[in-house]
C-alpha cells in the first residue's frame, strides 16, 4: 500500500506541474477531446503498421485504397510513425517510473535502530527482538550480535543449558572474558558465559591445590588463595582472563623451566552435551584428558578446574637495555639461570630490552640500586616527541583524528597511552613509525633498573591499547641445549621488516616456556627437555576511524603474511590458537588445514567432538573451518 500510493503521489505531482508549467490553467473540453483524438490516431497507426502491405492501384481511385474512418474533427493527416515511437517510449517510461518509485519508496523506508544491519527483502520486514547482545572482543577486531547470551550461576543451571540447547540442536558457544584477538568463542548463533561461576570451591593447602569454578578470573584467583600462602606457578600479561577460557586456548607466561598454564590443570569437570557432565584427570580418562585440557571449548563446557599452585613468593624484575650481538652471547645462560625472562625487540633500532624476574633471596635481599633518571625523566623524551609530532600534523602533513580541544594533559598519560597517541598522528607512515620506535627505546634506556614485589604484580605487562596480534610457537632445542633457531627468527624477522619496509611498531616479544602434554597445545611434545620460543608481532589500533582501522588491519594481515611465508614453515611455527585468523580464501584454507593437521591430532579431536558434542552446538565457524571432518578435505 505504502509503494502505490507514494508512487501514484509522485507521478501525480510530476503531472501537475507539468500542466502548470505548459498552460497555467485547467485543461478545456477542447484540449481532452483532442488528446482523445491524438490517441485514437495512435491506435489505428499501431495497428495499421501491423496489417500486410498492399500498394495502392495504379488508377489511384478511392475504391482502391484501403478504408480508414474519418476523425469526428477535421484534422491533419496523422504524424509519422516517430510521433507513435514517441507515445509508446511514453507511456514505457511511465511504467519504469512506477516501478521505480515504489522501489525506492520502499528500500528508503526507515528502519528501527536495531535492525540496521539486516539487508531489505522484497515483501518482508522482521525487526530484531531488543534484547539482542552486541559480544566483541577486547581490541574491537571482531564483534558478534546474538540473541542468546546466557551467564548460569550454578553448574546445575549450566548442565539445563547445555541438556536444553542439545536437544533444540541451539548452538551455545562458550566464551570468556573476551580477551583472545581472534574472537575465538564468539558466534552469532548463542553463547554461554561463567562470569557469574567465579567462586574458590575448595583449598588443599597440603598438597597446594585449589578448586576453582571456571569463570573466576586470573586476579580474582590469586587475590582468593593468597592468605593460604599459594599462587599460581605462572602468569600470563593480562590478568583479566577466565580461567576456563586461558587454560582452553593454551595460553602461557615466559621461563624456559616453566610450561604453559594449561600443565598447571590436574583434573577438570566438563558439562557435555551427550554425557552430562563428566570429570577427567590424567587418573581418569588420561586419553581425554590432555585432549580437553586445551579443547579450544569444543569438548564440553569447563565448568570446574583442580590447579597445581606454588608458595606465594616476592620476585626481583630487571630491565636492561641489550643488543642483538650481546643477546647472542648470554642467550643460553639467561634462559637457564632466570626462572622467568623475556625479549622485547623495537624494529629499526639495535635496543632489545631484556626482562628477567626471580625469586627475591631471603639473605642478600633487594638489589642495592640507584636509578640513573626518575620516571618523569624517563618519559619525558617521549612527551617531547608527541608536542612536536602534533605541531608538524596539525599544519596540514598529514590529516590528524587528534583535536586540540579533547587533547588530554600529556603529563597525566601512561608511556603506553602516549605511545597511542603517538601511533595515532600517521600509524601507516614508516618514517614516522622509526621515530616512535626510536623515543621507545630512549624511554626503556631510562628505566633500567629493579622491582621488587609479589609474583601476580610482576609478571604482569602492560601491552598498551586495542591492537593486531599474531603469535607464533616453534620449538627451540631443549634447555640443557638450545638451538639458537629462536635469535636466527628474530633476525630473519627483523631483516624482512627493514626489506619490505613495513610501518612494524615495538615490541615484538619473544617469550619462551617449557613443552606441555596436552596435545593440541603448540608447545606440545614427549620429550621434558624441550623448549619452545613464542614470538608476537604487533600492530596497533590507536583510533576509532573505521577507515583508518581498517587500512591498518589490511597492513597488519600483509605483515603476518609476510612472516608466515618466509619463516612458518622454515622453523615449524604454528599460531597461538587465540590469535589464529581463519583464511577467506579457499585455497589458503586447505593449505591451513592441511599444516594444522601435520602438527596436531585433528581426526583424534573430531572424534572426541562427536562423541561428546554430537550437534557440534559447542562449536563455531572458527572450529568448523579449522578442523572439518576428513572426508570434507
Not at 275 to 289: A, C, H, M, N, Y
Not at 408 to 433: G, Q, V, W, Y
Not at 619 to 630: G, R, T, Y
Request: proline letters at 6%; aromatic letters at 8%.
Amino acid at each position: 500500500m505504502i509503494i502505490i500510493l507514494s508512487a501514484t503521489f509522485l507521478i501525480s505531482s510530476s503531472n501537475f506541474v507539468f500542466i502548470k508549467a505548459k498552460t497555467f490553467q485547467k485543461p478545456t473540453l477542447n484540449s481532452q477531446m483532442l488528446r482523445a483524438n491524438n490517441l485514437r490516431r495512435s491506435l489505428q497507426s499501431v495497428l495499421h503498421r501491423h496489417q500486410p502491405f498492399k500498394p495502392p492501384s495504379a488508377t489511384g481511385s478511392a475504391a482502391a485504397r484501403p478504408f480508414a474512418p474519418r476523425p469526428f474533427c477535421s484534422l491533419p493527416n496523422p504524424p509519422p510513425s516517430s510521433t507513435t515511437d514517441a507515445e509508446l517510449r511514453k507511456y514505457i517510461g511511465y511504467t519504469i517510473l512506477l516501478l521505480g518509485c515504489g522501489a525506492a519508496t520502499y528500500y528508503s523506508f526507515p528502519f528501527p535502530e536495531d535492525a540496521k544491519h539486516k539487508k531489505a527483502q522484497l515483501f518482508r520486514y522482521a525487526p530484531l527482538p531488543p534484547d539482542l547482545h552486541t559480544v566483541s572482543n577486547w581490541s574491537g577486531t571482531h564483534e558478534v550480535q546474538t540473541r542468546t547470551f546466557v551467564q548460569p550461576e550454578t553448574i546445575s543451571e549450566l548442565e539445563a543449558v547445555v541438556k536444553e540447547c542439545n536437544e533444540k540442536k541451539q548452538k551455545i558457544r562458550p566464551v570468556g572474558s573476551g580477551l583472545s584477538p581472534n574472537g575465538i568463542g564468539l558466534t552469532r548463533a548463542g553463547m554461554v558465559n561463567l562470569a557469574l561461576m567465579d567462586k574458590v570451591l575448595e583449598v588443599d593447602e597440603k598438597n597446594k591445590r585449589v578448586r576453582v569454578q571456571a569463570g573466576i578470573r586470573f586476579q580474582q584467583l590469586v587475590d582468593g588463595i593468597k592468605e593460604y600462602g599459594l599462587t599460581l606457578q605462572n602468569f600470563a600479561s593480562i590478568r583479566e582472563q577466565q580461567i576456563g577460557g586461558i587454560v582452553q586456548v593454551g595460553a602461557h607466561g615466559t621461563g624456559a623451566r616453566l610450561p604453559p598454564i594449561d600443565e598447571q590443570v590436574i583434573s577438570m569437570k566438563l558439562v557435555t552435551p551427550a554425557k552430562g557432565t563428566i570429570e577427567v584427570s590424567k587418573e581418569k580418562d588420561p586419553e581425554l584428558f590432555y585432549l580437553a585440557r586445551c579443547g579450544l571449548g569444543g569438548l564440553g563446557v569447563v565448568a570446574e578446574v583442580t590447579l597445581q599452585c606454588v608458595e606465594r613468593q616476592e620476585l626481583v624484575e630487571h630491565t636492561y637495555v641489550s643488543s642483538m650481538k650481546e643477546i647472542k652471547k648470554n642467550h643460553k645462560k639467561l634462559l637457564s639461570e632466570n626462572k622467568h625472562v623475556k625479549y622485547l625487540y623495537i624494529p629499526y633500532t639495535d635496543t632489545v630490552v631484556v626482562v628477567r624476574c626471580n625469586p627475591l633471596s631471603k639473605w642478600k635481599g633487594p638489589p642495592k640500586y640507584k636509578p640513573q633518571y626518575t620516571q618523569e625523566e624517563a618519559i619525558q623524551h617521549v612527551r617531547d616527541l608527541y608536542q612536536e609530532s602534533l605541531r608538524k600534523y596539525r599544519k596540514g602533513t598529514v590529516t590528524s583524528n587528534t583535536s586540540e580541544e579533547n587533547e588530554p594533559d600529556i603529563n597525566e598519560l601512561s608511556f603506553t597511552e602516549l605511545r597511542d597517541k603517538l601511533l595515532a598522528l600517521d600509524p601507516l607512515n614508516k618514517e614516522h613509525i622509526r621515530k616512535v620506535n626510536q623515543a621507545e627505546a630512549e624511554f626503556w634506556r631510562k628505566s633500567e633498573g629493579y622491582r621488587v614485589g609479589w609474583s601476580d604484580e610482576i609478571l604482569g605487562f602492560d601491552c598498551g591499547g586495542q591492537q593486531w596480534v599474531s603469535e607464533t610457537c616453534f620449538p627451540a632445542g631443549s634447555l640443557s641445549k638450545p638451538s639458537m633457531k629462536d635469535l636466527e627468527y628474530i633476525e630473519q624477522l627483523m631483516q624482512l621488516i627493514e626489506k619490505e619496509n613495513i610501518p612494524a611498531p615495538a615490541p615484538i616479544e619473544q617469550r619462551w616456556t617449557a613443552r606441555s602434554r596436552s596435545l593440541m597445545s603448540p608447545a606440545y611434545s614427549a620429550s621434558e627437555d624441550d623448549i619452545f620460543s613464542w614470538v608476537g608481532i604487533i600492530m596497533y589500533l590507536p583510533t576509532m576511524d573505521a577507515r583508518q582501522r581498517k587500512q591498518i588491519t589490511e597492513e597488519f594481515f600483509h605483515y603476518r603474511h609476510l612472516t608466515q611465508a618466509h619463516l612458518w614453515d622454515q622453523y615449524s611455527a604454528y599460531e597461538h590458537w587465540a590469535k589464529i585468523e581463519v583464511p577467506k580464501d579457499k585455497d589458503e584454507l586447505a593449505a591451513l588445514q592441511a599444516r594444522l593437521r601435520k602438527r596436531f591430532p585433528v581426526d583424534a579431536y573430531n572424534k572426541a567432538r562427536n562423541e561428546l558434542d554430537p550437534n557440534h552446538i559447542l562449536s563455531n565457524n572458527v572450529l568448523e573451518k579449522l578442523f572439518p571432518a576428513a572426508g570434507t578435505l
